[in-house]
Structures are given as C-alpha cells and as structure tokens.
C-alpha cells in the first residue's frame, strides 16, 4: 500500500497569512493527487485533483503543485472560512490512501 | 444538484452486522463508481472500498481491514448503494460516508480519480 505522509500535522496562522502543507508519497505516484477540506461535522470536500488541477467553485487562494512523491498545497490569503483541516489522498493505486490530515487553527 | 444520503447506522454489538444505504439523486446512478469511505472519533479519513458501474464491470476492491467482512452492492433500479457490514469490531466505529468516485483520463493503468461528491454520513458505533 502507498503510504501518505502530511506535514505538519498542525499549524497556526492569522487571517492574510500564506500557508504551505505538504504530502509525501511512499512511492512515486506521478500527479495521481487530490486534496479536501474538511470542517468539524462536515464531509470532506474536495479543493484540488490530479495534483494542481482546481476544481470549479473553489477559490483561487487555492493551489496545488508537485509530481512523484513530493506535494504541496498552498493558500494564499489565508481567509476565515478556511480554518478548517487538510487532506491529501492518492489515486495511483488500489487501495486509495489518505494522508493524516493537517490541522489550520487560529493564531 | 447532486446528492447523497447515507442511511443505516447504529449501535450494534461486537461480532454484529449492520446494513447501510446510501440514496444517490442528481446524476446517471447506473454510470457511476460507488466509494465508502470512514471517520472513526477524531481520526482521519479512511478509504472502505468502491464498486464499479456495471458497465465497467460492477467490481468491488476492499481495504484490508475490511477485506472478507465488509461488502459493497449497488442497486441502479433504485440508485442506491450499500455497504453491508459483518463481523463488525470495535475498531469499525467510525462515521461512515459514501462519495462519488469521478474518474478522468486513463494512462498506464492508473485512471485520474477523485472524491467529488460526498453525503453527510452516517454512524455506526460498536460496543458491548
């Protein structure tokens, strides 16, 4: 099974700021990556496929980028609404995996 | 508008079975690849398995820890899948969500897919 690693598994940061978290691959997977966001109580949802491909309806600020085993998703101006914590998952193979989540909290 | 509402959870006792639904409305049910997926309390996201649309062949792939236990069935005349679960443990107390599997180009072997739609969930708690 490819495992999936996330780091941090928390982070703090203020309303404005850039925010960077990545994902590891246990092995190569090529863009076969997709991020969501997930609030307490709520189903995840999905922000980003194939690795930086945004999906319709999600702001801009979101971006995602890498190829292999590295990846990153990024949140530029980061915005109330957007507390809240991070997913990757990996579609290369079978099973699918998760990473363990990132945490975004208020500084 | 798509949607998907799960159904079925419950308290049930270790070595039990439980059945749940989930109710598909917004797209062509019968074209889709169906996906499970769990939560347990404060953890993260867990992938259960899938099924395919019968046109591709309407197989199902398991993750290992539910693997033998754990079965996934459609019913496109009523677009609807379901996830029976047997033998549950205590370690299956999760909340349970079903999601769409959307797929896109193919290449190699691996399939672009994601998790685009996803229902509320549903819990499922396993105690003595």
């Known amino acids: 099974d490819i495992q999936m690693t996330q780091s941090p598994s928390s982070l703090s940061a203020s309303v404005g700021d850039r925010v960077t978290i990545t994902c590891r691959a246990s092995?190569?997977?090529?863009?076969?990556l997709n991020w969501y966001q997930q609030k307490p109580g709520k189903a995840p949802n999905l922000l980003i496929f194939a690795a930086s491909s945004l999906r319709r309806g999600v702001p801009s600020r979101f971006s995602g980028s890498g190829s292999g085993t590295d990846f990153t998703l990024t949140i530029n101006s980061l915005q109330p609404e957007d507390f809240a914590t991070y997913f990757c998952?990996?579609?290369?193979?079978?099973?699918?995996?998760f990473g363990q989540g990132t945490k975004v909290e208020i500084k | 508008e798509v949607q998907l509402v799960e159904s079925g959870g419950d308290l049930v006792k270790p070595g039990g079975s439980l059945r749940l639904s989930c109710a598909a409305s917004?797209?062509?049910?019968?074209?889709?690849?169906m996906n499970w997926v769990r939560q347990a309390p404060g953890k993260g996201l867990e992938w259960v398995g899938h099924?395919?649309?019968?046109?591709?062949?309407?197989?199902?792939d398991y993750a290992a820890p539910v693997k033998g236990r754990f079965t996934i069935s459609r019913d496109d005349s009523k677009n609807t899948v379901f996830l029976q679960m047997n033998s549950l443990h205590i370690e299956d107390t999760a909340v349970y969500y079903c999601?769409?599997?959307?797929?896109?180009?193919?290449?190699?072997?691996?399939?672009?897919?994601?998790?685009?739609?996803w229902g509320q969930g549903t819990l499922v708690a396993v105690s003595s």
């Open positions: 998952q990996q579609s290369y193979s079978t099973p699918r995996t």
């Open positions: 999601s769409t599997v959307d797929r896109g180009f193919c290449s190699g072997g691996s399939c672009y897919s994601w998790f685009a739609h």
């Open positions: 092995q190569t997977i090529s863009d076969y």
């Open positions: 917004g797209f062509i049910f019968r074209d889709a690849w």
């Open positions: 099924i395919k649309s019968k046109t591709d062949g309407g197989t199902t």
